[in-house]
């Protein structure tokens, strides 16, 4: 019989590995297999003659090594076991096939399709604030002053924060990087916003807002950013910055500031969304001082409200419906609402001065609501759209938005925040400090 | 207790010993250092890379990055020194083939050291934000090897140098050049274009500059354009070979800047082989040259087209106003029909039939063409000519293509109802004397006249045809009603729809009296199948052929007009009669009568008449006989009248005249129908719509439409405003 040319003998630690070249050319040529069987590194190729012990010798653990090589042949992560997850990064790490590892172990996001793959119990006492999916499958949560950073691993990264000051929102910037936005130390200066490294935790850039060339304190608000390297803040000063700061995410300088029109509470906003297509930020100011709720749409070429809505002077009837959260629909020019009821409403993005078409949808929830109740939120993934709502997250599909899939698991108390990026989805617990982790299972064998 | 005791009493802090060997870290570096020296030095075969990795994995692993981080970047530079040392040293020529070498060589070492340090690369490098190993190796290439002063100002010049020489004929090796430039471009495209383009494109711009001064002293135009041409070509290969594809617009801008904008007047107007001269020589080859070369550069085609269009004219201009061509119609049409050839087959040639260059054709021979006021008689006399007899032998195809031609010229003319009346003309005679070559052709040519200009054009054209036929019927008719008649002389008469016809009323003659006999039982037969119409003789447009015998016997058949009929028959009954008892037997008006008597008493060959005395001019004393001796070696003799082919000064006075009264109710109904939908207009927006009404048919005259406006108003079809006076009323 013929021995195939390609066949390649290892011995990692000890024990004898036999595979071929094809199989590991999968792993690519940025890896230790790629670099190993360039050109340049003249290898002690074994002699042909197949008896001969010739092999490639490797100081790593032989048990994860079976468990890549199994992933180099087939695309599958199977872990035994008895060999610990962290284990098997490292290797995965050592060889540069993290990222293999990263791609086997989930699918693609479908939230019909939704698992629970694990929590994560955090040390810090409760109230989280936010949660954020970064754009590589790792999070961020905020708790008081402090912001956690979980990679995809789920191992915890030194945590962020500006000043100790109390945290109102985050975001991701790319995978390596963070935006944090604070409450400002009266007088002081402190807080503010700022960009630090996922990695390592230091802070890059602290944003600053200029007034009349003056630089101001400010606190900053609800976050977004653009595909333009943008990155957008509602900001409240002290005497007249209240407004949408912009700054640009390369340099970390100020490029645009969009000043508060009067009675119109932008630099209250509870939530912003750059929108690429219209070019606009969706502005949304939902817990306002005053009473009343304000989304608008920003056009910031020429400076101009392009679209809002306000519930000043709807009438309060007794199921009062407050609007709790706002997410902007671009495909379907809508934007879409929910109430403490967790009852949907849409209004048209083309007409202006609409009314909200509240969905018939009832959940015969009202006045059964627990004390301990957190506002419903909203998020928008590729055409599917999710609302929480206590201890569970809806899935909405279709154009009528027909709820198609519930996500629930009694432990954490209800849900305050969620969200969706990097094929999965995190949603951040009340009352015990813990998130849970959703992904999508790799797509069956045939 | 006592104090002391208490001061004594010491806690150590607990020691967390993360590496055992302390010169861990340093022993090491110290295998990777080796490691990195030996791939400088093509010894790398001795090296584990499996060692190597893991021993840079555990540097990283264990918090030593930023050790492993600068060794690399001081090792890498020192090697780096020494590499531009060595380069530095390299005699001549052999610089590059140097730098080459050891660029390949860092590439390579780069690629490998990348290995090793790949883990590093990968987590530490990211976290950091510190430059990647391979960009770090290009960098320090940069900077310390392509940016030392001994290298930089060098390579620069080495590289302009060998473009220098390839220049200017020498062979250089290309295949190095692309690789020095390629290593320019893989270190960033600004150190590319700051260290060779920029420098590359103003050491180009000198020579160009140069070079073209020295062409455009030396050379005549089509040579300095193929060498513009050449050294274009050459520098767009040169990109090919071994440049940034970027550079190639920008070379070549510098090229068309040097070589033709700069010099564009100068050579367009360059004595002996400018553009004129080519135009005249049909230089198709150059011409095309200069339009692909102009094109490149701003203004560049209107220069070309404005000289063309300047010759164009005056050659026109020359070519209608020339006394000597107007002697002959048919060459004169003839010489715009092959000028306007010349022109189109140059722009198809040579000017990518550019479609500015054609309307710039066009509105040339527009414009010259109605310099000459003969213009529309003289295309119409091509026609006649072509018709009559040109197109004998001529294929269908090549008849269309005659005709298509007269068209293009018919399409320039302003005066397009001038041009109406003399077709009309001429056509009448070549209908009723039977001299049309090709029916077809001449319905081909109404169809096209019709298609230009519409059925109004060629309505009355149209009735000349079926008139023809008619009269064909109706002769077959005549003869079949009078059987009796098959003896005598055959009549032919052709019924002429008054109107449709170049008629002239009221001229006639006293016809033989076996001919009125006979015209006069024609006249009753058609009058009795056609009730209601009159007949009226049009004998100075007939045609007859007679038989007769001179004096030794000699037999011949004579083809002759009717009024040379008459004459002839005259001398059935007299041997000689004088000039005055002719007219006063025939009463043939004057001119017509003497033009008759010279063609056959004057012309050589022809002369069945003998005149006392023999003169060439025909007077009031002058006697006539019948010519014993006429011979000819033909049976059939055809007797043409001496005709003026152009007309004379007063008949073109007189169709002239006539043009202007036939316009004159166009002129009117015209001003009616743009009133009847405008009702209020002024005086301005009159003569504007009127005149384009009219555009197709001819150029209205302002004070013309004046006038007509004028004898509307007084015809009560209109009335001035009587606020503005400038302000038409329609009055329905």
């Known amino acids: ?446 | 207790m006592s104090n002391q005791k208490k001061r004594n009493f010491q806690i150590d802090a607990f020691k967390h010993r993360v590496v055992v060997d302390p010169k861990y870290a340093d022993k090491t570096w110290k295998i990777l250092e080796h490691a990195i020296h030996e791939i400088y030095n093509h010894n790398a075969s001795g090296l584990s890379f499996e060692e190597l990795y893991r021993n840079a994995y555990n540097m990283v692993l264990h918090k030593f990055g930023e050790k492993l981080y600068n060794g690399l970047v001081a090792t890498m530079t020192s090697h780096l020194k020494e590499i531009s040392k060595s380069t530095e040293a390299a005699q001549g020529d052999s610089f590059l083939e140097e730098l080459n070498r050891k660029w390949n060589d860092h590439n390579k070492a780069l690629q490998m050291i990348r290995d090793i340090l790949m883990y590093m690369d990968r987590t530490y490098i990211p976290s950091v934000h510190k430059t990647p190993v391979h960009e770090l190796g290009l960098n320090l290439w940069r900077d310390t090897i392509i940016h030392s002063i001994k290298i930089q100002a060098r390579l620069q010049n080495t590289l302009l140098e060998l473009v220098h020489r390839e220049r200017t004929g020498e062979v250089i090796d290309r295949g190095l050049m692309r690789n020095i430039v390629k290593m320019l471009m893989d270190l960033g495209s600004s150190v590319y274009q700051e260290d060779f383009e920029k420098p590359f494109l103003e050491v180009s711009a000198e020579f160009y500059s140069c070079e073209s001064q020295k062409f455009i002293e030396c050379c005549d135009c089509g040579d300095y354009l193929k060498k513009a041409e050449k050294r274009l070509n050459e520098e767009i290969e040169r990109v090919t070979h071994y440049l940034d594809s970027k550079s190639e617009v920008k070379i070549t801008n510098v090229v068309e800047k040097e070589m033709i904008a700069n010099h564009m007047l100068r050579l367009v107007h360059m004595e002996n082989s400018g553009l004129v001269n080519m135009l005249l020589d049909d230089k198709f080859e150059d011409l095309g040259r200069m339009y692909n070369l102009f094109r490149r550069v701003p203004d560049g085609l209107s220069t070309i087209r404005e000289v063309m269009t300047s010759h164009l004219r005056e050659t026109g201009k020359q070519l209608v106003t020339d006394p000597e061509r107007l002697k002959d119609p048919v060459e004169f049409v003839q010489c715009l029909l092959d000028e306007k050839d010349k022109y189109d087959s140059i722009i198809s040639n040579a000017f990518n039939n550019d479609k500015t260059f054609q309307n710039a054709l066009n509105s040339s021979f527009e414009y010259f063409i109605n310099l000459n006021a003969r213009s529309p008689e003289f295309i119409s006399l091509f026609v006649d000519d072509k018709l009559r007899k040109g197109l004998k032998g001529v294929s269908e195809e090549d008849v269309e293509i005659i005709l298509d031609k007269v068209m293009m010229l018919f399409r320039y003319l302003q005066e397009k109802d001038v041009f109406e009346k003399y077709y009309k003309q001429h056509l009448a005679k070549r209908l009723l004397s039977g001299k049309t070559v090709s029916d077809d052709a001449e319905r081909s040519l109404i169809v096209k006249l019709k298609t230009e200009c519409g059925y109004q054009f060629t309505s009355k054209l149209e009735g000349m045809f079926t008139d023809m036929k008619t009269s064909q019927d109706t002769m077959q008719g005549f003869y079949a009603s009078h059987p009796e008649l098959g003896d005598g002389p055959t009549l032919v008469v052709q019924v002429l729809t008054t109107g449709s016809w170049p008629t002239q009323p009221g001229v006639t003659c006293n016809l033989p009296a076996e001919m009125s006999a006979l015209c006069e039982k024609f006249r009753s037969y058609y009058l009795g199948t056609h009730t209601g119409r009159r007949l009226s003789w049009q004998t100075n447009m007939g045609t007859a052929d007679i038989k007769a015998m001179f004096g030794k016997g000699q037999k011949h058949e004579l083809n002759v007009s009717t009024y040379q009929m008459c004459v002839l028959m005259l001398f059935n009954n007299a041997d000689r009669l004088g000039y005055k008892e002719i007219e006063q037997a025939t009463e043939i008006p004057t001119a017509d009568l003497k033009r008759c008597l010279q063609s056959m008493a004057c012309v050589k060959g022809k002369n069945v008449l003998r005149k006392e005395p023999m003169s060439k001019d025909i007077g009031e004393e002058d006697a006539f006989f019948v010519n014993d001796k006429f011979t000819s070696k033909f049976y059939k003799v055809k007797i043409g009248t001496v005709v003026a082919q152009k007309e004379s000064e007063p008949e073109k006075q007189e169709t002239r005249q006539r043009v202007e009264e036939d316009r004159k109710p166009q002129i009117e109904a015209a001003i009616v129908r743009i009133m009847k939908s405008r009702r209020v207009l002024d005086h301005n927006n009159i003569i504007a719509e009127v005149t384009k009404q009219l555009q197709s048919r001819f150029l209205a005259n302002p004070t013309e439409i004046k006038k007509r406006i004028e004898s509307l108003i007084e015809r009560d079809f209109l009335e001035r405003d009587s606020v503005d006076r400038k302000l038409y009323r329609y009055l329905a």
């Not at chain 1, 042949?73 to 993290?98: K, V």
């Not at chain 1, 979980?150 to 915890?156: A, G, N, R």
């Not at chain 1, 490294?197 to 230091?202: A, L, Y």
């Open chain 1, 1 to 446: 019989m013929k021995i195939p040319k390609d066949k390649v003998r290892f011995n990692v630690g000890g024990r004898i590995f036999e595979t071929s070249s094809t199989t590991l050319a999968n792993s690519g040529r940025n890896s230790f297999f790629g670099a190993l069987f360039n050109e340049n590194w003249t290898l002690k190729q074994p002699n042909n003659d197949s008896s001969s012990n010739c092999e490639f010798f490797i100081d790593r653990s032989p048990d994860c090594f079976s468990v890549l090589l199994d992933l180099l042949r087939t695309g599958d992560l199977n872990i035994p076991p008895d060999i610990p997850e962290r284990q098997l990064y490292r290797e995965a790490s050592f060889y540069g096939l993290l990222d293999h590892v990263r791609s086997a172990k989930w699918g693609q996001f479908d939230g019909n399709r939704l698992r629970h793959s694990r929590y994560v119990k955090g040390q810090a006492p409760g109230d989280g604030t936010a949660i954020r999916a970064g754009p590589d499958g790792g999070c961020c949560v905020a708790h008081g002053s402090v912001v956690h950073v979980f990679d995809w691993i789920m191992e915890e990264h030194p945590p962020l924060n500006l000043d100790y000051q109390r945290v109102n929102d985050v975001g991701w910037v790319d995978s390596e990087s963070i935006i944090v936005s604070t409450c400002e130390k009266l007088g002081r200066g402190d807080g503010g916003m700022g960009l630090f490294s996922k990695s390592t935790g230091e802070l890059r850039f602290k944003f600053q807002v200029c007034h009349e060339n003056q630089v101001k304190s400010f606190a900053a608000g609800a976050l977004s950013t653009s595909s333009g390297y943008k990155i957008f803040s509602s900001c409240k000063g002290r005497s007249n910055e209240y407004g949408i700061g912009v700054w640009d995410q390369v340099t970390g300088k100020q490029i645009d500031f969009f000043y508060e029109s009067p009675g119109w509470s932008l630099g209250d906003a509870d939530k912003l969304q750059w929108l690429n297509g219209s070019n606009c930020l969706m502005v949304a100011t939902l817990f306002p001082r005053k009473d009343n709720c304000y989304i608008s749409m920003l056009d910031f070429r020429d400076k101009r409200m392009v679209w809002s809505w306000s519930d000043f002077g709807a009438p309060i009837t007794v199921d009062e419906k407050r609007v709790r959260d706002a997410v902007a629909m671009e495909d379907n020019n809508a934007i879409c609402v929910v109430n403490e009821f967790e009852d949907l409403g849409f209004m048209d993005l083309r007409m202006n001065g609409g009314s909200v078409r509240w969905s018939s949808r009832s959940r015969m929830m009202k006045g059964k609501l627990s004390e301990e109740s957190c506002c419903p939120k909203l998020a928008l993934h590729e055409g599917q759209l999710f609302s929480s709502m206590d201890d569970c997250i809806s899935v909405f599909c279709g154009p009528d938005w027909v709820l198609t899939s519930g996500l629930r698991r009694s432990y954490g108390g209800s849900i305050c925040d969620f969200s969706i990026g990097g094929d999965r989805l995190f949603a951040l617990h009340s009352e015990e400090n813990v998130f849970d982790v959703w992904e999508t299972p790799p797509p069956p064998i045939s």
